[in-house]
């Protein structure tokens, strides 16, 4: 994702990051987990989980965006909201993967659209967006956003509702 230039001048904290849902990147520190911006006056550091939670919040501000993970991710989340005291924040990373450098970033979503909606437009809508978005919170220069649309979600046909049968 990242060019080898950048990850080879990756300042970490060595500790684990909390789900964003994707493989961490290591390097000779061990695993990666936070940004470290660093001024005259001091160091911000920033984990990839929150970066992970911008750009999943971010992707999910776009009409024709259903919901976002895999098959799987998804049937987790729905399991999580059903947890007392969960909220939509506490799923805002599903679906997201991360990797964090000292002044970059690159973003891989996994997204379900609406049937009838344009894939492509959607898709660049979402792409504008989480790079304005991790920007303009961050400071951290977005090169890349991947996006693999999983499924697409036809009206109607929820798990939760009974199939009627052709025939009595």
């Known amino acids: 994702m990242m060019t080898s230039s950048s990850s ?3 300042e970490r904290d060595g500790t684990e990051g909390a789900g964003s849902g994707g493989a961490r990147p290591t390097g000779p520190g061990g695993p990666r987990s936070h940004a470290a911006l660093t001024t005259e006056h ?9 970066v992970g939670k911008i750009a999943g919040l971010a992707a ?3 009409p024709g965006v259903y919901s976002m993970g895999t098959g799987f991710a998804r049937r987790m989340g729905q399991l999580r909201s059903l947890v007392p005291g969960s909220t939509e924040t506490d799923a805002a990373a599903q679906g997201v993967s991360v990797e964090v450098g000292e002044r ?3 973003v891989d ?4 659209t609406w049937y009838g909606q344009s894939i492509v437009e959607v898709t660049e ?3 504008s ?3 304005e978005r991790v920007e303009g919170m961050t400071g951290l220069r977005v090169v890349e956003v991947n996006i693999n649309v999983d499924d697409i979600y036809v009206e109607g046909q929820d798990d939760n509702e009974p199939s009627q049968s052709r025939v009595q």
């Open 8 to 10: 080879a001048a990756v």
């Open 42 to 50: 001091g160091q911000t550091r920033i984990a990839d989980a929150v």
């Open 60 to 62: 999910r501000e776009i």
């Open 104 to 106: 970059e970033t690159a």
């Open 109 to 112: 979503l996994d997204v379900v």
């Open 125 to 127: 809508a979402v792409r």
């Open 129 to 131: 967006n989480v790079i």
